[in-house]
């Protein structure tokens, strides 16, 4: 599934080419997506220059004066720039064509990604408007962490991968994340310190960090390739590791379920 980094490689992998161009079509081959596309979505775009290509959470912004289109890649979605009439393949549904003469190709097997339209301030769509901070952003501090967790009996992991607490904490961040924290998966959520959380908050935002810079290196696949940053190479502590030796103090790394999400962890490192 593609997690913020990748969605984030994405929308500065496909920015240059679209930002400043005009619409001049939109091809749906397959309508069904998540949610139908939108009949009229062609209409309400063409004619239309992309002012911004931004992204908030999982979800990708583009802005063109008139209203904005939001494109979420789901769980398999991925968009690449095509300079020429390339075939569609099978998996290949939404084409946004541009005057520069390159088409913005959006393929998606499992077709739970999203096109939609709304014309309303972006922060008020119903999919926006209740999600948490940017991990990125300065509003996502330890004291944020400590002050909105106070009370609060859930697993540490399964509140820092609610969205309304923070977006685009994936599974697998979540994981590497509270292992460089030494925090314990488990542990509830009110019962972290707020120096604990000064760790886990710079936790995230280097790991995710780290994933970004890496995706930058596969920014020219955007064009005529393959479209997909993919997982990033970034070398996994104990996400997917269970029963090899923690990097930490080679204690076999343990796995369990919690919040119904597989969790990887150390039992001596993490607490
Ligand atoms: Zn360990």
């Given at each position: 599934m593609p997690e913020l980094p990748e969605v984030e490689t994405t929308r500065r992998g496909i920015e240059p080419h679209i930002r400043g161009h005009r619409v001049t079509g939109l091809i749906v081959r397959q309508r069904q997506l998540r949610w139908p596309v939108p009949a009229r979505l062609g209409q309400h775009l063409r004619g239309h220059p992309v002012k911004s290509v931004d992204r908030r959470g999982k979800y990708l912004l583009l802005s063109v004066g008139a209203g904005t289109l939001i494109v979420h890649l789901g769980m398999s979605g991925s968009l690449r720039i095509i300079h020429n009439d390339t075939a569609p393949g099978p998996h290949d549904h939404v084409d946004l064509l541009l005057d520069n003469g390159s088409r913005l190709r959006f393929t998606d097997p499992r077709r739970f990604g999203a096109w939609l339209w709304t014309r309303d301030a972006i922060e008020t769509h119903p999919l926006l408007a209740t999600l948490g901070p940017e991990p990125l952003s300065e509003m996502f501090s330890a004291d944020y962490l400590h002050e909105l967790s106070r009370s609060r009996k859930l697993a540490v992991k399964s509140f820092i991968m609610n969205s309304h607490v923070v977006v685009g904490v994936g599974n697998i961040y979540a994981s590497e994340a509270l292992f460089r924290a030494g925090?314990?998966?488990?542990?509830?959520?009110?019962?972290?310190s707020l120096s604990r959380y000064r760790q886990l908050a710079d936790a995230i935002k280097s790991i995710l960090d780290e994933a970004i810079r890496q995706g930058g290196t596969t920014l020219r696949n955007f064009v005529n390739g393959e479209g997909k940053p993919g997982y990033f190479s970034q070398s996994l502590q104990v996400y997917s590791r269970r029963d090899t030796p923690c990097p930490r103090c080679a204690t076999p790394i343990r796995e369990a379920r919690i919040g119904q999400r597989s969790s990887f962890y150390c039992p001596i490192c993490q607490r």
């Open positions: 925090i314990h998966p488990a542990r509830a959520a009110g019962r972290i």
